[in-house]
């Protein structure tokens, strides 16, 4: 027979877990990490591998010998934060740099706050953000992705992401529209199929979004915090565009290139460390939007993507205090 659980309210019962959510995402992130072995092979599977392995390693160690707990690597939650570390750094970088990043979104980002559950900022980006901030060159020298078979791209070379291309071509006194009409600027289809330098995990929006609808059918994801960033992406970027088509690109480019749909789908909806209500939600979104936006145009980054997701994280205490669900039973005013 089984044992009866006595606990206190709220008494909510479902089908998902940890684990099963956990790995409800790897899944959706498998898309892109077939795009990123295509263009950047062996490498790609480095990256990816070291992230991983250092951040079930950090995980372990941590909770064994410093916190003196069970480990719970199986869960799936270390996992995920090794393949989006992996996603957000370029195919070439040093083993060791992976392996302090992974460091540092275990043992700093997540565990130092008491693991999973706990921490208020998205630990894949505490990492990101530090080794950006650390090693600047190494983290911003981007390999051109070379697909598989093609023998024209020596592995040696590197080159500036899109959004690069066009912030310093802009701040040049060059016209969007003379920025990319130049033959070596890829075109929309390239970029949303992946031909593009940049992070592995940002190659292809085509692949992400597969991921993230996949994930909103699963109901791993709900479709609050994905639309409202993409929309106020879409609005303010937009705003801009028709004030000024010369200097600002069109809402399609921002959407198509960088970690923005990265951000959109895996990142930004972090159950930890994104709001628990609907109306938290929407507003969680359009701040990311509205940031990334103002980041990428105004700030010292062409990409503003995880800056942005950061800046939120830190909002989400104050939108889950004021924004919370009324509770059962309340009182309320007659007349």
């Known amino acids: 027979m089984n044992p009866l659980t006595v606990s206190g309210s709220p008494h909510a019962f479902g089908d998902q877990s940890v684990k099963k959510i956990m790995y409800g995402v790897v899944i959706a992130m498998i898309p892109a990490m077939l795009v990123s072995f295509y263009f950047f092979g062996l490498d790609a599977a480095r990256v990816i591998f070291f992230s991983v392995a250092g951040c079930l390693l950090f995980e372990y160690l941590i909770q064994k010998f410093l916190m003196k707990q069970e480990p719970t690597i199986n869960d799936g939650s270390a996992l995920v934060t090794g393949i989006l570390l992996a996603f ?40 990101r953000v530090f080794l950006l901030i650390s090693f600047p060159v190494q983290m911003t020298s981007w390999p051109l992705p070379k697909p598989l078979f093609a023998e024209s791209i020596t592995d040696a070379m590197t080159g500036p992401t899109p959004l690069g291309i066009l912030k310093e071509g802009v701040a040049a006194g060059r016209t969007v529209q003379e920025i990319m009409s130049d033959p070596a600027f890829p075109s929309y289809i390239e970029t949303m199929i992946g031909y593009q330098t940049g992070s592995l995990g940002e190659m292809s929006a085509i692949a992400l979004l597969l991921g993230g609808l996949f994930m909103l059918v699963r109901k791993i994801i709900t479709w609050e915090i994905p639309t409202a960033y993409m929309g106020s992406v879409i609005v303010f970027a937009g705003i801009l565009w028709l004030i000024d088509p010369t200097y600002y690109v069109d809402p399609l480019f921002h959407l ?47 990409e503003g993507v995880s800056f942005a997701i950061l800046i939120m994280n830190g909002f989400t205490p104050l939108l889950n205090k004021y924004l919370k669900p009324k509770r059962f039973g309340e009182v309320v005013k007659n007349g």
Request: aromatic fraction near 10%; proline fraction near 7%; charged fraction near 5%.
């Open 88 to 127: 957000n750094v370029p195919g070439n970088l040093p083993v060791w740099i992976i392996l302090v990043g992974a460091f540092v979104s275990i043992g700093i980002g997540k565990m130092s706050f008491g693991g999973l559950g706990k921490n208020p900022f998205n630990p894949a980006l505490v990492g």
């Open 256 to 302: 198509v290139t960088g970690g923005l749909m990265l951000g959109i789908f895996y990142m930004a909806t972090d159950m930890v460390s994104s709001p628990m209500s609907r109306k938290g939600q929407l507003i969680f979104g359009i701040g990311c939007g509205v940031l990334t936006i103002l980041i990428r145009i105004w700030g010292a980054y062409p």
